[in-house]
């Protein structure tokens, strides 16, 4: 059952530098469209960068709590 | 007017937008599994048990995992996976709950549209468009539906359709990602990210596969003869504009073309052409109805396809043959099916394919080798029927040669018909049409053998099956027994003076005269066979019921009257006829021992009535009135020529209704022959018949006489 949790928590360990790096990619699609990208979609960018930072944090959290789980 | 390889409008403004689409796409689906990871982790039973070891660590843990799966500031609503998340998630999906996965991927599509938008301004232009595709990507239904109402009321629904369909696919899909609908959201992903075809429908979410279930068949095809003004207008040589145009010639009838080409280095190759949905009935016994079409889209096999290589096994394509595939519409998806089909591409050589109007997103060539062009109309709805259209942002098929164009006429359906998809090629896409040619330069050349072949779901039943499915034989110049598959006949039975009958009767030496109450009991039996394998023949035959020839039984003779001819004793005398075929005419003594008149006969048995005249005197005419029950529709005749005497018999494959009270009349002028004579003096000119036996819808069988001996 430990190493179950252990299991998870790397898996999300390992996610929530993933979803990190999404919110690094949607930036990157705003760069490459530079001033041809529009407005409704900068918004959307901005917004989504968000999430994937909260999410992120979030996952990296539960991962934190399943590897204390495993470890206890 | 655009046209390009892979990518449809071929410009470079539009590829950032589509870039930006695939990138959105990719990231939702990294989000995705991370959702789907986080959901493992909170429903894990392993992890569960370990609560009892270290409650406060469990308890963090999971409390940690449903907050990064429901925060609406991060992940959203994020349960997905399994069958716990499964159903979470699509309790999710009823309250309206997102997850940014299907954020990131509505913003995916909306970038679809914006890109497809760059070449059609009026997305963006027409105020009811803009309404609709603003509120569907603010997930506003209320304001979707009436923009999308305002929309059909203001130009119908065949313009509305038209108007949207370079983005419809992506409307659809958006709406169905943001809907409280959870049914369509694995729908709407899948059309999103590009990965497979749509495989429900993406406004209620009703399974593909379940309606293309409805359309069964193992698939047949029968050799068929060109209609009438057909064959001359089938082209004589090989090329894309040529096998479009046979397809045109051809229409949405049911069949397919099948041509041998010799090609310019001499060798004789074969080109498929495979026209697109029959019209009429959603469900007929052709695999090219809309069922057939359906199920040719979004299924690798169907009987569409099934049928098409039972045609080409057929034609007699020698193993390895080089074949070439062209289809227009569902005919492009189903051969399509045959050019991912290894077991068809294993016997034949499929070098070729062109599939014009056609939704084959999802199809794969078993054989790299096969060369395949895909030719679309952006405002043509058929080949978005797969979930991608003008907007996709994904290069299914790099090694595709892609036509995807627009033109100034928006209409559907009028931009999915062959001739328009032909009036382009030849006239605003020559760049694409001659790369096409180029390519089919191996067909180009003179047509050596064409056939035609019409396809079924299952192998057709051969012609009046299962009651004339019988041996055959030549006798007397004709093929017995007689086949009737499309006919009707009529017994008018009247009742006449018992002496004259009994001395007609009497001449013959066949039996003894059926009475009823006193009299004699007169049939006169009408057939109109319009379908037979001895030509089409009206007759009538006047005769008497007489008892079994070998003795009479007075009470039993009226259930045997209504038993099947087999078991039937007694029959009709036949006295005399007419017929207007001359074969049978000249015919009939030596195979059924009477004699008919050779004469113009006209019977309409049909609306509840008959109308029999025959030339030049005798009518028979009146209403059936109701039926009370049936009885074998069989006729039993005995009849004398010369001193042979024959038992024949008419077999019906169909009950006879019994008429217990008509109005039918029986008029006789001037005596000109038998019939008429013999109908004089039994009395029966102006009488009503006592009753009427009918049979609307007969098929028959009518072999040779049997010689009996009665004396």
Known sequence: MTASAAEHAATLENDARIVKECGARLAGVLAGMGDDAPTWLRELVDAHRAACEVASGDLAAAARRLRRLAEG | MNDGHAHPDGAADAEPLRAAARVFVEVATAVQEASAHATAALTDSRTLRASVRAPLPWYQAERALAHALTNGRGLGYALTGGRLGGLAARLGGLLGQESLAVLLLATSLRLRIAAVALHHPELHADAHLRRLITAVSEDRDLAALRAMRTLLKDRGAVRALSDLAPVFGEVLALKALLDENPLNDRTAWLIATGTRYADADPVLGISNGFVAALDRGQGAARRTEPAPGEAVRLRDRGSLLDFLANIGTLGPTGRVLIQSVTGPDGVERHVVQAPGMRMGRPDTDSPQDL?????????????????????????????GGELALVGHSAGGSAIMNLVQDPGFCARYTVTHAVAVGSPVDFKRPADPRTWVASVTNQHDIIPTLDGQGAGTCFDLHPDWYVVDYFDPTHLFPACHSIEHYCANLTRDLPEAREHIDDRLSPYRGQVTRSRIYRLYDDPPRPDGYPFLSVPTRREEGLEMPIRCRAGSALSAFFTADPRAAAALVDEHGLGRCVRLGGRALVVVHVGANHDTSAGPYREVMLGVVVHDPWGARPLRVWPDLARSAQFRRAGVCLLASAVDNRDLAGRAGSLWGYRPTFTDVSVAVAGGGVDLRVEPALTLRGRLGPALGVVSGDLVGFARDGRAAYRSVIRSARRARVHPAPTVRLSVGTPADPLTRLAGELGLDGRRALFCTSVPVHQTLRDAGVPIQTT
């Open chain 2, 291 to 319: 069922l057939g079409a359906f199920s040719s889209s979004v299924l690798a096999s169907s009987p569409f396809s099934r049928a098409l290589v039972k045609a080409v096994d057929d034609y007699g394509i020698p193993q």
